[in-house]
T-cell receptor
Framework: AQSVTQPDIHITVSEGASLELRCNYS??????LFWYVQSPGQGLQLLLK??????LVQGIKGFEAEFKRSQSSFNLRKPSVHWSDAAEYFC?????????????FGTGTQLKVEL | EPEVTQTPSHQVTQMGQEVILRCVPI?????FYWYRQILGQKVEFLVS????????KSEIFDDQFSVERPDGSNFTLKIRSTKLEDSAMYFC????????????FGQGTRLTVV
């Protein structure tokens, strides 16, 4: 069965510092990979996704993520964090073929930004 | 920009009562989903719906749950007899087609069972 692990439950960074959120997945085949962000009281907003091709993908709000097949990882990065980035971040995987969008989510990483 | 709309944003219901959560997916989308997030836990898949039938459901989606697309625009989740443990944020999502493209999520309905 597929699973997603986000080992960091909470992360605190200073505004302007770089950020890396970790995500490891277990999947029987090559999956689709996603990062979503959830601000307090809000829904889930897609930051970026990886389907195939270039393993470094760019997303919205200055985020990027790198797919590393050998490590089964899809870590999210941002070079300089803004206070407005404080939110919860979810990594998710979905099936590569057919079946629509049944996503398996990780437990999330809560990001706090110190001014 | 098209968006998925969910109503109500917050619903409080007594244990044992039926609730219907409503969603208006993006108009040209064909796949529809419900997910839930119990407070402090991860988002969990409940059910996917395509071509007017359930295409996949999780073990959470038992006989107490049902989904319907009653009029071509709305997509509903019904819980027949709510339990305390049904308290959660319920997210509706839709995607454009059968291939795995982006799922757009609604803002969620927070269901509180008392």
């Amino acid at each position: 069965a597929q699973s997603v692990t986000q080992p960091d439950i909470h992360i605190t960074v200073s505004e302007g510092a770089s950020l890396e959120l970790r995500c490891n997945y277990s999947y029987g085949a090559t999956p689709y990979l996603f990062w979503y962000v959830q601000s307090p009281g809000q829904g889930l907003q897609l930051l970026l996704k990886y389907f195939s091709g270039d393993t470094l993908v760019q997303g919205i709000k200055g985020f990027e993520a790198e797919f590393k097949r050998s490590q089964s990882s899809f870590n999210l990065r941002k070079p300089s964090v803004h206070w407005s980035d404080a939110a919860e971040y979810f990594c998710a995987v979905g099936p590569l073929t057919g079946g629509g969008n049944k996503l398996t989510f990780g437990t999330g990483t809560q990001l706090k930004v110190e001014l | 920009e098209p968006e998925v709309t969910q109503t109500p944003s917050h619903q409080v219901t007594q244990m044992g009562q039926e609730v219907i959560l409503r969603c208006v997916p993006i108009s040209n989308h064909l796949y529809f989903y419900w997910y839930r997030q119990i407070l402090g836990q991860k988002v969990e898949f409940l059910v996917s719906f395509y071509n007017n039938e359930i295409s996949e459901k999780s073990e959470i989606f038992d006989d107490q749950f049902s989904v319907e697309r009653p009029d071509g625009s709305n997509f509903t989740l019904k819980i027949r007899s709510t339990k305390l443990e049904d308290s959660a944020m319920y997210f509706c999502a839709s995607s454009a087609d059968r291939t795995n493209t982006e799922a757009f999520f609604g803002q969620g309905t927070r269901l509180t069972v008392v």
